[in-house]
């Protein structure tokens, strides 16, 4: 499940970093987000982040279930097991926070380009206004007020998109430091694996030296 985690995590990267720049590939993603959009595509995106919220819900009262356990109670395999539910924890939520930002994203595209649509047909009305009919002073004074209204709001969303550019490089900061965690918890996870490996083939011993001195006494 943590390799899946990774793969999913490693792909919505990408596709943040498609949609940050102007090409060939970041139309394919719009175009692909769009059809996502329609139908029952939100209701079956819903469905599965509503499931990676159960499984992280799950993942941290383990964890915290194994946290108020007294020292003494605790075993290799508890600590193998606190180290698993906070690695699942940690990805599951960052994969959350990932889509959202992917959801963000496409929404303000779609939003500049409606906005930029409706300013170059504003231009065009500005022209014809100019160049035809001279005693529309006022509808070109409402015009131009438009225009500035639209480049004000187009002022913000590129103000919102580098905002959303610096939160994605942060991201993808925080994807590194995971990836080196995780890597820190296999280690881990494989030393503890060892330890208590070690620690059956020496109850195994003890063992098999009691009943050889059972034996003994009894012959």
């Not at 959009?37 to 599965?48: D, W």
């Not at 991201?171 to 059956?200: C, H, I, M, P, T």
């Not at 109850?203 to 009691?210: E, N």
């Amino acid at each position: 499940m943590i390799q899946l985690l990774f793969m999913v995590i490693f792909a919505e990267t990408a596709l943040i970093l498609l949609l940050l720049f102007r090409t060939p590939l970041r139309k394919l993603v719009i175009m692909s987000l769009d059809r996502v959009k329609r139908g029952s595509g939100p209701l079956v995106v819903k469905t599965i982040a509503g499931v990676v919220f159960a499984v992280l819900l799950v993942s941290v009262y383990n964890l915290r279930e194994i946290h108020n356990r007294s020292v003494e109670a605790l075993n290799p395999t508890d600590q193998v097991l606190a180290s698993k539910y906070l690695l699942e924890a940690s990805l599951m939520g960052f994969l959350l926070f990932l889509l959202f930002m992917i959801d963000k994203q496409h929404h303000y595209i779609r939003e500049l380009r409606v906005l930029r649509k409706t300013m170059e047909a504003a231009k065009q009305q500005n022209r014809s206004f100019a160049d035809g009919k001279n005693g529309g002073g006022e509808e070109q004074k409402a015009l131009a007020e438009e225009i500035s209204r639209v480049r004000t709001t187009i002022t913000k969303l590129e103000s919102a998109c580098e905002t959303k550019a610096k939160e994605v490089k942060a991201a993808e900061v925080n994807v590194a430091a995971l990836k080196s965690q995780s890597e820190g918890f296999l280690l881990e996870y494989d030393r503890l694996v060892e330890e208590n490996q070690n620690l059956r083939d020496q109850l195994q011993s003890i063992d098999q030296s009691s009943s050889h001195s059972d034996i003994k006494k009894n012959t």
